[in-house]
C-alpha cells in the first residue's frame, strides 16, 4: 500500500540570513518528492533582543499567509509547517508553538535536540534529503553530494542508501575537498555540487580537473540553489510525523539513528 503524502511548508531562515525561505512539498517522507512553489521574504531584525524571538515568529506568520494568498492554496490544504531558524534561540523558548497558533497550521521545530541527546552533533540535518531528491532523481548510487556553507560538507550515499558526512573544512577550497575522497567508502559515480557556491565557475572547474568521475551541479538535476534550506525542513518535517530517523551515526556520530522534531499542534476550529 503507498505511503501517504503530505503537504508541507518549509520555513528556514531568519536576521542572520537576510530573510525567510518559503518552500512548498509534497511528500512521503522518504523517495516520493513533489517540489512545488518557494519565495523568499527579506527579513531584518529591528526588535531589541528580548523582543527578537516574538518578532521572528511574527514575521514567519505573515511570510505563510503571503505566501498561501500569491500562489492560491487554501491553508487548510498544507499538514504541517517545517520551522528552523538561523537564529540563536534561548533554550526555553517555544517558535513553534507560537507559529501554529499564529498560523493555524501543524508546526515540526527544534529538530537537533533529540539528535543531541543521542550523542550526536545535532547537524547536519539535510543529507537524508540529498538522499530522497537522488533517489527521485533515479541517480545511480554510490554519489557524493558537496555542500559549502560555513563549512564545506561530503555527503556520501552508499550504495545501499547508508549516509556519512564528511568535512573538508572552513577553506571550501578545491584540495580540500579533493582530500575527502580518499576518505569515502567507495568510489562514488557522480559527484552533485550544491549550494550557492556550486555557481562558482573556477570552483566547479577546479573540482572537474581534479575528479575522475563526473561533476554536475546538482541545479542540473533541478535541485533548488535558493531555497533548498526551506525544501529540506519541510521534507524533515513529514518525517518527524512519521517517527522516520532525520539523523544516522554516519551523518551526525549518534549512536543510532535518530528521528526528532516537536510538534507543536494547531488549535483546532
Known amino acids: 500500500m503507498p505511503e501517504r503524502v503530505i503537504t508541507a511548508i518549509g520555513l528556514a531562515g531568519g536576521a542572520l540570513s537576510g530573510g525567510i525561505d518559503v518552500a512548498l512539498v509534497v511528500t512521503d517522507g ?3 518528492i513533489v517540489r512545488r512553489q518557494s519565495l523568499t521574504f527579506p527579513f531584518e531584525r529591528r526588535k531589541r533582543p528580548a523582543e527578537a524571538e516574538a518578532e521572528l515568529t511574527r514575521f514567519c506568520a505573515d511570510a505563510v499567509k503571503h505566501f498561501l494568498e500569491s ?14 531558524a538561523t537564529e540563536a534561540l534561548r533554550p526555553e523558548a517555544e517558535p513553534g508553538e507560537e507559529l501554529a497558533r499564529a498560523t493555524g497550521i501543524d508546526v515540526v521545530y527544534d529538530f537537533a535536540t533529540a539528535d543531541r541527546q543521542a550523542g550526536g552533533q545535532g547537524e547536519p540535518l539535510e543529507p537524508v534529503y540529498h538522499r530522497a531528491l537522488a533517489d527521485a532523481a533515479g541517480l545511480a548510487r554510490p554519489l557524493a553530494v558537496v555542500e559549502i556553507g560555513d563549512v564545506a560538507t561530503v555527503t556520501f550515499i552508499g550504495e545501499d542508501g547508508n549516509l556519512a558526512v564528511f568535512s573538508a573544512g572552513r577553506s571550501a ?14 568510489r562514488p559515480l557522480l559527484w552533485l555540487l550544491a549550494g550557492e557556491e556550486s555557481r562558482r565557475d573556477p570552483l566547479f572547474e577546479a573540482l572537474s580537473r581534479l575528479f575522475p568521475e563526473p561533476v554536475h551541479r546538482a541545479e542540473e538535476m533541478g535541485w533548488s540553489m ?3 534550506e526551506a ?24 549512536k543510532a539513528p535518530v528521528t526528532g522534531g516537536r510538534l507543536a499542534r494547531a488549535p483546532r476550529r
Open 173 to 186: 577550497s578545491p584540495e580540500a575537498i579533493a582530500e575527502v575522497r580518499q576518505s569515502l567508502p567507495a
Open 231 to 254: 525544501e529540506a525542513y519541510a521534507y524533515l518535517a513529514v518525517r518527524s510525523v512519521k517517527r522516520l530517523p532525520l539523523t544516522f551515526p554516519g551523518t551526525t556520530g549518534a
Open 71 to 84: 500562489f492560491a492554496v487554501a491553508r487548510d490544504a498544507v499538514a504541517l509547517i517545517g520551522f528552523h
Open 30 to 32: 522518504e523517495a516520493r
Open 226 to 228: 535558493e531555497h533548498f
